[in-house]
Nanobody
Framework: QVQLVESGGGLVQAGGSLRLSCAAS????????MGWFRQAPGKEREFVAV????????SYADSLKGRFTISRDSAKNTVYLQMNSLKPEDTAVYYC?????????????WGQGTQVTVSS
């Protein structure tokens, strides 16, 4: 499986920026995609962004397009989430996930999460 370690969360004022990182280790050769989700208090976990590991194509939650950017460094097996113009409603625990494809089967792993708090 893949082990994921997130970093870069913290407290930021509204309008500020943060960059989250997620480093993958383990069975990374079969990575298909990596992505970010978030979960605010009392709410369900929601999709933020995903990046295809080989081609680099990306997809975002509609509400976050233009403010958040996902990118990757394949050599470092690391995915990033650049978050700009942050709003208090972006406050959540942000989780990294990985999706491996092996002989047609998908294997998903999750990181432990990193807290992002945006103050007004």
């Amino acid at each position: 499986q893949v082990q994921l370690v997130e970093s870069g969360g913290g407290l930021v004022q509204a309008g500020g920026s943060l960059r989250l990182s997620c480093a993958a280790s383990g069975r990374t050769l079969s990575l298909y995609s990596m992505g970010w989700f978030r979960q605010a208090p009392g709410k369900e976990r929601e999709f933020v962004a995903v990046i295809n590991w080989s081609g680099g194509s990306t997809s975002y939650a509609d509400s976050l397009k233009g403010r958040f950017t996902i990118s990757r460094d394949s050599a470092k097996n690391t995915v990033y989430l650049q978050m700009n113009s942050l709003k208090p409603e972006d406050t959540a625990v942000y989780y990294c996930n990985s999706n491996r494809r092996v002989f047609g089967n998908s294997y998903v792993n999750w990181g432990q999460g990193t807290q992002v708090t945006v103050s007004s």
